[in-house]
């Protein structure tokens, strides 16, 4: 089983950027391809990024791709997501967690998340 401890989100205008940041502990994260994913008020949890265990490999939805970027630094146990170029519709709370199956489905239970608000 994998913790994870989601931080780093705030209140932005449009167009700042923010950097999130998962600590994860109980496995052997350098193994575990890692994945970000948020829920905006009313809607569905939604995939946003993932990258592969050794770092080789990302993937991004459609709608981040050319403004966030997923890091990881398997030392600390932490994946990151910078997010650049923030739009209101970024607005949601920011989960990571590790994935089962390439490059977008998550397993295990989900942390208490991070809220991230972009205001116009």
């Known amino acids: 089983q994998v913790q994870l401890v989601e931080s780093g989100g705030g209140l932005v205008q449009a167009g700042g950027s923010l950097r999130l940041s998962c600590a994860a502990s109980g496995r052997t994260f350098s193994s575990l391809a890692m994945g970000w994913f948020r829920q905006a008020p009313g809607k569905e949890r939604e995939f946003v990024a993932a990258m592969w265990w050794s770092g080789t490999s990302t993937y991004y939805t459609d709608s981040v791709k050319g403004r966030f970027t997923i890091s990881r630094d398997n030392a600390k146990n932490t994946v990151y997501l910078q997010m650049n170029r923030l739009k209101p519709e970024d607005t949601a709370v920011y989960y990571c967690?590790?994935?089962?199956?390439?490059?977008?489905?998550?397993?295990?239970?989900w942390g208490q998340g991070t809220q991230v608000t972009v205001s116009s």
């Open positions: 967690n590790a994935l089962t199956h390439w490059p977008d489905s998550p397993f295990g239970s």
